[in-house]
């Protein structure tokens, strides 16, 4: 496995189910990330995991839940969601995020949730 | 107003033919862009970096900035069909952690 994978691809829950969103990465980076991908909307940063830091979007709902047990891994855990949740999930990685990184992303796949 | 804003598109044009997308960035504060190419069901890979006023190239793409409009373009010379993808501008505001995005432009390119 090289890269960024996510896990599953896709994922249809009922608002009462409570799921988890699963990323690795293959690439001896530092820091992970969740961005959510809505239709026609920009890029939206949820969550930022790295040695310097963890940074948290305040403006997403407390029915999304972060871990990071390690460099290498990074989940979602999702609860009682809304429809308008509804979106691609990206996990991202990079080598850092102090002022010498380049902001070179590399994303996973990405998961796509549909929550009916 | 939206810190990056892009028009999104979809924008479609013949194959061979120069392409030009385009951004406006409202905070003077970035220092770098960078823009991203996303295929269908892939996620976005870094496609090229600039760091200050003028332009950059690569191959067949430019990436152009003009700090004092605040206006960011990407031109791509001899577009093929794999150029069909959208297209995302982007800086880092602060540090690499909070990279502002633009929503894309989705790109056509036809045989």
């Known amino acids: 496995e090289t890269g960024v994978t996510q896990t599953p691809r896709h994922l249809v829950m009922g608002m009462t189910n409570k799921k988890s969103l699963k990323c690795e990465q293959h690439?001896?980076?530092?820091?992970m990330y969740w961005y959510k991908q809505s239709a026609k909307k920009p890029l939206e940063l949820m969550f930022v995991?790295?040695?310097?830091?963890?940074?948290e979007n305040n403006s997403v709902p407390s029915r999304f839940s972060p871990e990071c047990p390690n460099s290498s891994h990074l989940f979602l855990h999702l609860h009682t969601l809304q429809p308008e949740d509804s979106a691609l999930y990206l996990c991202?990685?990079?080598?850092?995020?102090?002022?010498?990184?380049?902001?070179?992303?590399?994303f996973g796949e990405g998961s796509r949730l549909t929550v009916l | 107003q939206k810190e990056v804003e892009q028009d999104p598109g979809p924008l479609s044009v013949p194959e061979g033919a120069i392409v030009s997308l385009n951004c406006t960035y409202s905070?003077?504060?970035?220092?770098?862009f960078m823009w991203y190419r996303q295929y269908s069901r892939k996620g976005p890979e870094l496609l090229m970096y600039?760091?200050?006023?003028g332009n950059k190239e690569d191959g067949r793409f430019t990436a152009q900035v003009d700090k004092s409009s605040k206006y960011i373009s990407l031109f791509i010379r001899d577009s093929q069909p794999s150029d069909s993808a959208t297209y995302l501008c982007?800086?880092?505001?602060?540090?690499?952690?909070?990279?502002?995005f633009g929503s894309g432009t989705r790109l056509s390119i036809r045989p």
């Open positions: 600039t760091y200050s006023s």
């Open positions: 690439l001896g980076h530092n820091a």
């Open positions: 991202a990685s990079s080598r850092g995020t102090g002022a010498t990184n380049t902001g070179e992303l590399f």
């Open positions: 982007a800086s880092p505001y602060s540090s690499a952690s909070k990279i502002i």
């Open positions: 995991y790295s040695l310097e830091e963890r940074v």
């Open positions: 905070n003077s504060a970035f220092q770098y």
